[in-house]
């Protein structure tokens, strides 16, 4: 079984420009995340998606941050302007089904790292 | 909302065992989870309990208390590879959202 993939693995940037991650989730698996994890954290959820709908997205800063998952499978994640403090790792995990004991299990890609000067 | 509170270090030497502590509070619950994060390496999933007791799984085994929204995550027999991030989740009932701990960074001495 393939795993998550995610693309660029690194990204740098300078403030105030763009930038997109990619993700492709495993097949058949319905619930897609979108995590920032700052060096020394935890992950923190930015976006949720069950199909090509939105979950939660209550911690997305929407001003700056965007994200869709077309046809319900795989997902860009868009931060522009970017500011210094979005230099993170950017984590696309998925899950097979949202609900019962299948939605624990959540399968992690390799992350973006994306660094903002 | 949701948070939880799990010790910054740990420090074990090689074949001994460890336990790393996670308390939480959460407006609703489904269950805690537990992930490995090695240097530079994405999380990868260890272990889930949704009703109290041990679950075990090799040589980890993780915890529940429901009533004291408490968990901990056994190590046993110790190994090198075992140096990692440890991070709680939990899982709550709001759109099933699941809530990572700042995690805790486990080092094994020979």
């Known amino acids: 079984e393939a795993g998550v993939a995610q693309s660029p693995r690194y990204k740098i940037i300078e403030k105030r420009q763009s930038v997109a991650f990619w993700c492709n989730p495993i097949?058949?698996?319905?619930?897609l995340y979108w995590y920032q994890q700052i060096l020394g954290q935890g992950p923190k959820l930015l976006i949720q998606?069950?199909?090509?709908?939105?979950?939660?997205d209550s911690q997305l800063p929407k001003d700056r941050f965007s994200a869709e998952r077309l046809k319900g499978v795989d997902s860009t994640l868009k931060i522009q302007p970017a500011k210094l403090e979005d230099s993170a790792v950017y984590l696309c995990a998925s899950s097979l089904v949202f609900s019962g004991p299948g939605a624990n299990v959540l399968t992690f890609g390799a992350g973006s790292r994306l660094t903002v000067l | 909302g949701q948070s939880l509170e799990q010790p910054s270090e740990v420090t074990a030497v090689e074949g001994a065992i460890v336990q790393i502590n996670c308390t939480y509070q959460?407006?609703?619950?489904?269950?805690l989870s537990w992930y490995q994060q090695h240097d530079g390496g994405a999380p990868t999933f260890l272990s889930y309990n949704a009703l109290d007791g041990l679950e075990e799984t090799g040589r980890f085994s993780s915890f529940l208390s429901r009533s004291d929204s408490y968990g901990y995550l056994l190590l046993q027999e110790l190994q090198m590879k075992d140096s990692a991030s440890y991070f709680c989740?939990?899982?709550?009932?709001?759109?099933?959202?699941?809530?990572f701990g700042d995690g805790t960074t486990l080092t094994v001495k020979p």
């Open positions: 097949s058949g698996h319905a619930t």
């Open positions: 998606f069950q199909n090509n709908g939105v979950v939660d």
């Open positions: 989740a939990v899982k709550g009932t709001n759109a099933g959202k699941s809530t």
């Open positions: 959460t407006s609703g619950f489904y269950g």
